[in-house]
T-cell receptor, first 116, second 115 residues
Framework: GENVEQHPSTLSVQEGDSAVIKCTYSDSASNYFPWYKQELGKRPQLIIDIRSNVGEKKDQRIAVTLNKTAKHFSLHITETQPEDSAVYFCASPGLGTTDSWGKLQFGAGTQVVVTP | ETGVTQSPTHLIKTRGQQVTLRCSSQSGHNTVSWYQQALGQGPQFIFQ???????GRGNFPPRFSGLQFPNYSSELNVNALELDDSALYLCASSLANLWGDETQYFGPGTRLLVL
């Protein structure tokens, strides 16, 4: 099945700086790569996702890049603000077998702390 | 908010007991996936229900079972509770497609504590 590795586990940035989180995946058939933000005690919230037919997608201060050859994708947050502080998870469905169809395999998460 | 709801929000049980958690999917969605999230970890896939049938299962024992109803809501049942079952249980609803890349939207979760 799919294996997703996420780095770093923690990331401290100054307000206004950029943050980058990287994930690698193992299943070359994977075609969908969402990113979720989870604030303490709350549900994971989808912030951006990318499908394999594009290499980059942006939404205001957030962007995701995908390199299918190297099997990695990254989340980029620019002009960070204190409200960006949360745990961020990457995920991938892993479509190598029908048993994994639609099943999201999550990374271990990155705790992002934005200090004013 | 996603429109996905879960009940109850919190639950305390003792070892050996049974628990039922409920999830109402977002309007227009036909698929519900269940995840277990232990403290400090990412969500782990338990199983998925599509058209009232289990459609994929993660590495969880048979004492984890589920149901999906005609209105696409779903239940997660856990028998013979163990201390390690203490976690946040999340359901996610989605609209299934032919490519397996449907977006999943999470409910607020049920926090289960097993004593």
């Amino acid at each position: 099945g799919e294996n997703v590795e996420q780095h770093p586990s923690t990331l401290s940035v100054q307000e206004g700086d950029s943050a980058v989180i990287k994930c690698t995946y193992s299943d070359s058939a994977s075609n969908y790569f969402p990113w979720y933000k989870q604030e303490l005690g709350k549900r994971p919230q989808l912030i951006i996702d990318i499908r394999s037919n594009v290499g980059e997608k942006k939404d205001q201060r957030i962007a995701v890049t995908l390199n299918k050859t190297a099997k990695h994708f990254s989340l980029h947050i620019t002009e960070t603000q204190p409200e960006d502080s949360a745990v961020y998870f990457c995920a991938s469905p892993g479509l190598g077998t029908t048993d994994s169809w639609g099943k999201l395999q999550f990374g271990a998460g990155t705790q992002v702390v934005v200090t004013p | 908010e996603t429109g996905v709801t879960q009940s109850p929000t919190h639950l305390i049980k003792t070892r050996g007991q049974q628990v039922t958690l409920r999830c109402s999917s977002q309007s227009g969605h036909n698929t519900v996936s269940w995840y277990q999230q232990a403290l400090g970890q990412g969500p782990q896939f338990i199983f998925q229900y599509y058209r009232e049938e289990e459609n994929g299962r993660g590495n969880f024992p048979p004492r984890f079972s589920g149901l999906q109803f005609p209105n696409y809501s779903s239940e997660l049942n856990v028998n013979a509770l163990e201390l390690d079952d203490s976690a946040l249980y999340l359901c996610a609803s989605s609209l299934a497609n032919l490519w397996g890349d449907e977006t999943q939207y999470f409910g607020p979760g049920t926090r289960l504590l097993v004593l």
